[in-house]
Nanobody, 120 residues
């Protein structure tokens, strides 16, 4: 069974940087897509970024140019490099993994999240 564990969250000042990691363990099937989502206090969870197993990426407009999503398919780990952080980036960040084809299409797994707080 696939499990996802996020790490790298913490407290950072505005303008600072953090790198989040999402380590996947268990059975990993292709084709798959991995996502970062976030949920700020009192708000709904929102999509942040996407990375396919082929390396294609997409970003929420408010983070484009500041955040970079990447993945290491050998280490089964996805990353989110966050630069020029703003207070409005404060949220719990979640990793999501989905199988998008083949026998296991529809598999959808979430991590438990890691808290990012941007404050002076």
């Amino acid at each position: 069974q696939l499990q996802l564990v996020e790490s790298g969250g913490g407290l950072v000042q505005p303008g600072g940087s953090l790198r989040l990691s999402c380590a996947a363990s268990g059975s990993i099937f292709t084709p798959n897509v991995m996502f970062w989502y976030r949920q700020a206090p009192g708000k709904e969870r929102e999509w942040v970024a996407t990375c396919t197993d082929g390396g294609s990426t997409a970003y929420l407009s408010s983070v484009k140019g500041r955040f970079t999503i990447s993945r290491d398919n050998v280490k089964n780990t996805m990353y989110l490099q966050m630069n020029s952080l703003k207070p409005e980036d404060t949220a719990v960040y979640y990793c999501n993994f989905r199988i998008v084809g083949g026998t296991y299409a529809g598999m959808n797994v979430w991590g438990k999240g890691t808290l990012v707080t941007v404050s002076s």
